[in-house]
């Protein structure tokens, strides 16, 4: 079977692997489904990644597609199961994980390998974090249950009252997600980002106000829009840069929220005002990741139909082309998110 595997920096290949034998509570999924995400372009230019890579190794981590092999030990799941596994699973039985803070959890077991024919789920992926797919939706849109699991998480995280006005940094998928999430909850959305075809999507999607981001990245045109406004209620950054990191907290009223969703490059740190915090009564936090729970909630979402999956998922591209279609997100192409189609 083949199976994209990253090499290092920039550099990915398609390898002829053969299929691994299954070992007790596993099972194999051939798939039907792989999306690209951001997290995987940042990993693709940085050659590894500190918690979930370290290369040579498999890549890809929303997936959808069909229970093919049962190891021994699998009772309630059947061959032909239409599945998503998660890309994680928690232990469930350190302290983070027993706070239910499962995203913390100090043993996360991850999961890559999503751009290939099929994929051996890990036994306790299978016992936590493995979803059947609700009637009728298809793999495509069900891939995207991790990448809104993750929005879910810092949504919620974040808090919306009804009537917030919330400023959304960064319009990539993660950022457009949020918007469409948050807009639901009740809040008026401004989304701050560069690219006028992503601008014009986060419009499509009802959000109220856009402001174009230049493309050296400067955000003083956001913090006009803010200052103008007194101040939003509240911030979701989603960009994953210390400047935009600072610029949230500048961009918040009085007793403002901000959630770093981004997450920056290692080593990289942030200069804030200690008595606008102080002073301004702000709550500042961070969120990562997702949990079992939220895996759930977004797939229910996502069956419910409540996520425009056409918006988000805009091209697509056999396995063979990946190493390309990576060259084409690093230069900022149109697509947001690109289905890998697996299947031979
Ligand atoms: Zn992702
Ligand atoms: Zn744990």
């Known amino acids: 079977m083949k199976a994209a595997y990253l090499l290092g920096t920039r550099s990915l290949e398609i390898r002829e692997v053969p299929e691994v034998p299954l070992g007790h509570g596993e099972v194999r999924i051939r798939i039907e489904a792989a999306l690209t995400c951001g997290t995987d372009l940042k990993v ?10 370290t290369p040579p ?16 030990g699998i009772s309630d799941w059947r061959t032909g199961d239409r599945v998503v596994a998660a890309n994680s699973a928690p232990c469930g039985g350190c302290r983070p994980c027993q706070r239910g803070q499962h995203q913390l959890c100090e043993d996360l077991l991850f999961l890559n390998g999503a751009y290939a024919e099929s994929i051996v789920v890990p036994e306790r992926i299978v016992r936590t974090n493995l979803h059947r797919i609700p009637d009728g939706l298809d793999f ?16 919620e995280e974040l808090g919306v009252e009804p009537g917030d006005r919330i400023l959304v940094l960064g319009s ?8 469409v999430v948050l807009r639901s909850l009740g809040a008026r959305i401004t989304v701050a980002g560069r690219g006028a075809h992503r601008l014009g999507v986060a419009q499509s999607l009802g959000v109220e106000d856009v402001i174009p981001v230049p493309v050296d990245g400067d955000l003083g045109v956001v913090l006009a829009h803010a200052k103008a406004l007194g ?8 960009v994953g840069q210390p400047q935009a990191w600072e ?12 959630n770093w969703f981004g ?11 200690t008595a606008w915090i102080h002073y301004g009564a702000l709550s500042l936090r961070a969120s990562f990741h997702h949990t079992p729970a939220m895996f759930r909630k977004a797939l229910g979402l996502l069956g419910a139909g409540t996520i425009p999956v056409d918006s988000f998922v805009t091209a697509e591209a056999p396995l063979a082309d990946l190493p390309r279609v990576f060259e084409e997100l690093d230069r900022g192409g149109a697509a947001l998110k690109t289905l890998i189609r697996c299947g031979r």
């Open 57 to 72: 190794c498999r890549f890809g981590h929303e997936l959808a597609g069909v229970i093919v092999g049962k190891g021994p």
């Open 263 to 273: 997450g920056c490059p290692s080593g990289t740190s942030v200069r804030l005002d």
């Open 172 to 179: 990539g998928p993660i950022g457009l997600l949020a918007a």
């Open 44 to 53: 693709w230019r940085r050659g590894h990644h500190a918690r979930m890579l």
């Open 231 to 238: 101040g939003f209620d509240a911030v979701f950054e989603a």
């Open 140 to 155: 495509r849109a069900a891939a995207m249950a991790e990448p809104l699991a993750c929005v879910l998480l810092g949504g």
């Open 247 to 258: 610029a949230a907290v500048q961009a918040v009223r009085p007793g403002g929220r901000v």
